[in-house]
């Protein structure tokens, strides 16, 4: 496949140049291929996979805010059942001890500390007619009269 050196239109051979001197090696080159969307595609889906990435992250920060929250909110409700509990026996312990004192012997009791005696005879107290009549006349007139009026 090699033509003679000084043959008009022969090719030159890869060891000699113009001149005869001697040919440097040539570089290789990579094949040429043909431009596809593989790289648009890959820059894609690794915006996409960031994208992703950081929409992942912001979901699981809400979802930690949200249980912290819930976490304290629950403390709290903890916190108001303690109290509630121990506003129900200090009502209990009151409460008992309103019908132990309002019971008639410690009533009774208490008034011969202060001093009072019970009477030998019990006076009842009668109004007379007319002062009935005068009473009941002045609780019609009351119930009778329009609100805002003296």
């Known amino acids: 496949m090699t033509a003679a050196a000084g043959a008009p239109g022969a090719r030159r051979s890869e060891t000699t140049r113009k001149g005869g001197a001697p040919a440097r090696k040539a570089q290789t080159r990579p094949e040429l291929r043909l431009v596809t969307g593989r790289r648009r595609r890959r820059r894609q889906v690794v915006a996409l996979t960031l994208v992703g990435m950081v929409a992942l992250f912001g979901v699981m920060l809400a979802v930690v805010g949200v249980q912290m929250t819930l976490l304290s909110t629950q403390e709290r409700?903890?916190?108001?059942?303690?109290?509630?509990?121990?506003q129900r026996d200090w009502n209990a312990k009151a409460r008992l001890r309103i019908d132990t004192l309002s019971s008639p012997e410690v009533i009774v009791a208490g008034a011969k500390?202060?001093?009072m005696v019970e009477p030998e005879r019990p006076v009842y107290l009668v109004p007379s007619a007319s002062l009935e009549r005068e009473i009941i006349e002045s609780t019609h007139e009351a119930l009778n009269r329009p609100?805002?009026?003296p």
Do not use: E, H, N, V
């Not at 409700?77 to 121990?86: N, R």
């Open 77 to 86: 409700i903890d916190d108001l059942d303690a109290q509630i509990a121990t």
């Open 113 to 115: 500390d202060l001093g």
């Open 147 to 149: 609100s805002g009026t």
